[in-house]
T-cell receptor, first 113, second 112 residues
Framework: ETAVFQTPNYHVTQVGNEVSFNCKQT?????MYWYKQDSKKLLKIMFS???????VNETVPRRFSPQSSDKAHLNLRIKSVEPEDSAVYLC????????????FGPGTRLLVL | GEQVEQRPPHLSVREGDSAFITCTYT??????FFWYKQEPGASLQLLMK?????EINEGQGFTVLLNKKDKRLSLNLTAAHPGDSAAYFC???????????FGSGTRLLVSP
């Protein structure tokens, strides 16, 4: 049963464009995450929000910015995409920070031409 | 901060064989451990969550071992079948900060 929703599923764009990805969870969780998964399946945490507060902000290029309107939504904007941004972006949520199971969305696959 | 190393990156076994995946971590006070499974084209799903107090954890068709002395977390798929073909990720919650640190993943292929 899907409870973490991501849109779009796929996005193809050109270098220099701006893209936005949306994530919504219906589990009532307090914490949400954005991960980047590259072509080798390597999973890297990018950002984490707890109750709309940014709590984890890894070293990512400044063109990436998360946006949270409420604790059920966490969006990701990439301003001026680069070829190395091509990846699958996974959103996840958990009841509390760190210690709980994370529930992952289906991912958004980004291809930058 | 916590660092997690997962081995092997690729594993190929025959149906009915065991598949063994190991993660080593650095923070001796880590207390939550996770194994996730990612089937082809799908997202990650939890296989098992383990607390630091339990060293042997039995699941359906697999066992998770936690060796705190060696700081090693292992997943043993007993009698693997083709449906087990997937990427497997360990994750460890250390004591510093809020992060759960993921291993680099193991791609398992189980052939008939």
């Amino acid at each position: 049963e899907t409870a973490v929703f991501q849109t779009p599923n796929y996005h193809v764009t050109q270098v220099g464009n701006e893209v936005s990805f949306n994530c919504k969870q219906t589990l009532g969780h307090d914490t949400m995450y954005w991960y980047k998964q590259d072509s080798k399946k390597l999973l890297k945490i990018m950002f984490s929000y707890n109750n709309k507060q940014l709590i984890v902000n890894e070293t990512v290029p400044r063109r990436f910015s998360p946006q949270s309107s409420d604790k059920a939504h966490l969006n990701l904007r990439i301003k001026s995409v680069e070829p190395e941004d091509s990846a699958v972006y996974l959103c996840a949520s958990s009841y509390r920070v760190g210690q709980d199971t994370q529930y992952f969305g289906p991912g958004t696959r980004l291809l930058v031409l | 901060g916590e660092q997690v190393e997962q081995r092997p990156p690729h594993l190929s076994v025959r149906e009915g064989d065991s598949a063994f995946i190991t993660c080593t971590y650095t923070d001796p006070n880590s207390y939550y451990f996770f194994w996730y499974k990612q089937e082809p084209g799908a997202s990650l799903q939890l296989l098992m969550k383990v607390f630091s107090s339990t060293e042997i954890n039995e699941g359906q068709g697999f066992t998770v071992l936690l060796n705190k002395k060696d700081k090693r977390l292992s997943l043993n798929l007993t009698a693997a079948h083709p449906g087990d073909s997937a990427a497997y990720f360990c994750a460890v919650r250390g004591t510093g900060g809020y992060k759960v640190v993921f291993g680099s993943g193991t791609r398992l292929l189980v052939s008939p």
